[in-house]
């Protein structure tokens, strides 16, 4: 039986820019633009995340500490957004239809990046466990077995778990419910997020929060990320996260619907700007917060993301200029493999310690501190050691890009 999602045929009519005399390309099948986006989101998560010192870091590649908008907190939602679109673009092969071999794909998809997540966490806890037990007295055995089983303080949720149930969520409900009435699933779910913070407290930087509330009942203290009692990536705030995804899905029907590159670029620069307008504006109500995820953020950075997007498609697909985006176009080939690796290698590098001077340091804070510090200064040096991070990460995408390796996660 057919799911009846109002499935769109594109009419040929001319679009305004036709109308106007400016002939543009068929718009190709593969969407280099997307892939490109894709790639700079992970460049820009790999980035942002491997600083030579935290403390050393330049104010746009930080987070807002709380209410407000920085480059950096654009870069996840980015990636969330794009995730939609190729929810969308991925799900066209099942013709939108609800089978038990498609719920089993995104369950066990879901399934393996929630698995993913929860193991870079708890081998970073592994890691910090080892390295502060070097006092202890205990034995080598000893010392391994106490760092392995430490399972009492390992961070439940993080971006690849909230990746992986936003994406489960986003399919499973693109196969089940009518298109047409997602963005009305998305206007309940951002207004009802929106009424828990409201009166449940959601703009107070504290413990009295109720995301921190729930998260501390629910996850435990000991399996939260520490700051000032908020989980960035709690279980309240994936339900915005969630309309985040979704909002990318209907992006991406709206692109793929129509054939004619003027009416994708119309659609993803109103798409964008509309969404943009609406964030900012209601912003004097409800703030802008990464940290709560507050509708306003997702509406904001799905607009901007839709914008981006749109810049994209003309300078590249239609202007042809493609030699700059190679670097990204690599990353964008094997999006989480790369994540996962360049969190894998980071945890490496600051678990592994080294003598230095009258005390041992981690092979991340040597590369730093007595190399990069003493050529460039602190935060030009910080700002090296993370480019110099993202340049390795991209040598080993660039193989695996020339040798047409795409390892799907």
């Not at 980035?47 to 908008?69: C, E, M, R, S, T």
């Not at 490496?348 to 050529?375: K, N």
Request: hydrophobic share 50%; net charge positive; proline share 4%.
């Amino acid at each position: 039986m057919k799911n009846n999602n109002d499935k769109t045929t594109a009419i040929s009519s001319p679009s305004p820019l036709e109308r106007a005399g400016v002939r543009l390309p068929a718009f190709p099948t593969r969407l280099l633009a997307l892939d490109v986006f894709r790639g700079i989101t992970i460049a820009g998560m790999i980035l942002v995340n491997n600083p030579g010192a935290w403390d050393k870091i330049y104010a746009p590649l930080g987070h807002a500490q709380w209410n407000g908008l920085t480059p950096t907190d654009l870069v996840f939602p980015f990636f969330m957004f794009i995730m939609g679109i190729s929810t969308y673009i991925s799900l066209r092969k099942y013709d939108f239809e609800f089978s038990s071999a498609a719920a089993r794909k995104i369950v066990k998809r879901t399934v393996v990046i929630f698995a993913i997540g929860l193991g870079l966490a708890w081998f970073s806890l592994a890691c910090r466990t080892w390295n502060a037990s070097t006092d202890a007295g205990l034995s080598f055995g000893a010392r391994l077995w106490e760092s392995v089983r430490n399972f009492d303080h390992i961070r439940i949720m993080g971006v690849l778990p909230r990746l992986a149930v936003c994406y489960g969520v986003t399919a499973l409900t693109a196969l089940s419910m009518k298109h047409k009435n997602i963005p009305w699933l998305i206007i309940t779910l951002l207004t009802g997020y929106f009424l828990v913070l409201l009166f449940g407290r959601g703009f107070e930087y504290n413990e009295t929060n109720i995301l921190s509330v729930a998260d501390r009942a629910v996850l435990g203290v000991n399996h939260m990320y520490k700051d000032n009692g908020i989980e960035p990536e709690g279980l309240l705030s994936t339900i915005p996260a969630v309309a985040h995804v979704l909002i990318g899905f209907c992006c991406g029907k709206w692109l793929m619907e129509v054939k004619d590159i003027n009416d994708k670029l119309i659609r993803l620069f109103l798409t964008g700007a509309v969404l943009t307008f609406l964030g900012f504006l209601l912003s004097y109500g409800c703030p802008i917060n990464k940290k709560v995820w507050s509708p306003t953020f997702t509406l904001a950075t799905c607009g901007l993301a839709s914008s981006f997007l749109a810049l994209l498609v003309w300078i590249i697909d239609v202007k042809g200029h493609k030699s700059w985006s190679r670097f990204f176009e690599v990353f964008g080939a094997n999006p989480l493999f790369i994540y996962v690796m360049a969190g894998v290698v980071s945890i490496i590098l600051g678990g592994i310690r080294i003598p230095y001077g009258d005390g041992i340091i981690s092979l991340h804070g040597y590369a730093y501190s007595a190399v990069l510090h003493p050529l460039l200064g602190d935060y030009p040096g910080s700002l090296a050691y993370a480019v110099l991070f993202v340049a390795c990460c991209w040598a080993v995408g660039y193989v695996l890009y020339k040798k047409k390796l795409y390892i799907k996660i």
